[in-house]
C-alpha cells in the first residue's frame, strides 16, 4: 500500500569554516544540532586559512574588512560549499552580493572577561597597580577600559585564544591580565581561567562588547531554500533579533571603517509592551575616543517582534549616539588613520 509519508532525499550540505580550534569547535557544535533533527542530511567539513589567519603581522585596518570571512564567501557563490558557520563578529555588517545571514543561533555569555597572569594575587581590574600590563588588540576593549583605569598600559595580543592565554601565563611576556570574549574560552573548556566577568554593571565601570559577540552566524547562498530550511532547527529568534539591533546600530555609525563601539542588548523580564506581546529589548551602546578621554553612552528600550523591528531600534540608537556627539570622536579616529596613525580596527 501507498505510503503518505515518504523517505526524504539524501542529501549533502558543506559546511565552511575557519581552521582554528574555536572555529572548529563551534562548527562540530552546531553540525551536532543540526544532524539530530535531520538525519537524511549529510554534513561534511571544509576548513580553511582566511587572510586573518595567514598573515599575524600586518596592522589590521590594512588588511580591510572581511579578513575572517572573504575566502570562505567566495567558495559559498562558487558552491563549494554550502554554508559557513561565523563568529558573528567577526562578520562585516554589509553582505557580499548573493550572500545572507540565513540564522543566527543562540548566544553563549556575549561578555568580555579578565585573565590574570596571576589570579591567585589578582581578582579584578580594580586589583591591579598602577602600570600594569593589559593585552588587547582590540580598540574598543582598549579604549573602554582607558576610561575607567587610565592608570593601567595596554599591548596588543594576537593569536588564537590558546596562543593568548599561553603568553599570558608567561612572566616573560610581560602581561599583567588579557582581555577575552567569555564565549571563546567557555566553548573551548577554558572557564576555570576567567577571573571577571565584565558588563555595563560592574563595578569600578561599565565594560561593553563587541557587535555580535558570543553569537555564530550561518551564511548561506541568497535563495538557496533547502539548506535555509535545513538551517531553521538551530535559529534562535531572540539573539536573531537583539544582534540584528546590533548590526544595524553599527552598520550606522561605522562610516567605512571599524570603530570603537561597545554595546550590550538585554531581553527585558515581564516584556510587555502594553499593546500585546511584543517582548521588549533594551539596548546600550557607547563610542569612545581611543585615548578614553571622551564618550557618548545611550540606552533605549523599546518592544521588539520581528527583525526590521530590532534594526529600527538599532538605528535609532545609532542615530541617537551621532546626534548627541559619537561622530566627532569617529571623525578623530578616521583622520587618524587617513595620517597613517597606527590605529587599531578590529575587535580581538
Ligand atoms: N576576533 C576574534 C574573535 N572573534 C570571536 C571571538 C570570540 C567568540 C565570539 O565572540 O563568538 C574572538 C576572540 C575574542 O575576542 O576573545
Known sequence: MASSTTTPERFTIKVGTRRSALALKQVEMVIGELQRVHPHVDFTVHAMATAGDRDKVTPLPEMGKGLWTSELEAQLVNRDIDMVVHCLKDMPTSMPPGC???????????????????????????????????????????????????????KDVRGNIDTRLKKCTDPEAGYDCIILAAAGLLRMGFDDRIAQYLE?????????????????????REGDERTLAVLKSVEHMPTFMATFAERAL???????????????????ENADDGKGKKKKLRIRATVVSIDGQTAVDGERTEGVGSLEEAEALGRKMGQEL??????????????????????KVGDS
Open 100 to 154: 545572507v545571514i540565513g540564522c543566527v543561533t543562540e548566544r553563549e555569555d556575549p561578555r568580555d572577561v579578565v585573565v590574570f597572569r596571576q589570579p591567585e594575587v589578582h581578582h579584578r581590574l580594580a586589583d591591579l597597580p598602577t602600570g600594569a600590563v593589559v593585552g588587547t588588540s582590540s580598540v574598543r576593549r582598549a579604549a573602554q577600559l582607558r576610561r575607567r583605569y587610565p592608570e593601567l598600559v595596554f
Open 322 to 343: 551621532v546626534d548627541r556627539g559619537a561622530q566627532k570622536i569617529l571623525d578623530v579616529i578616521t583622520a587618524g588613520r587617513e595620517s597613517g596613525a597606527a590605529v
Open 200 to 220: 555595563s554593571s560592574t563595578e569600578g565601570g561599565g565594560m561593553l562588547h563587541a557587535v555580535g559577540q558570543g553569537a555564530l552566524g550561518l551564511e548561506v
Open 250 to 268: 553599527m552598520r550606522m555609525l561605522e562610516g567605512g571603517c571599524s570603530v570603537p563601539i561597545g554595546v550590550e542588548t538585554t531581553w527585558m
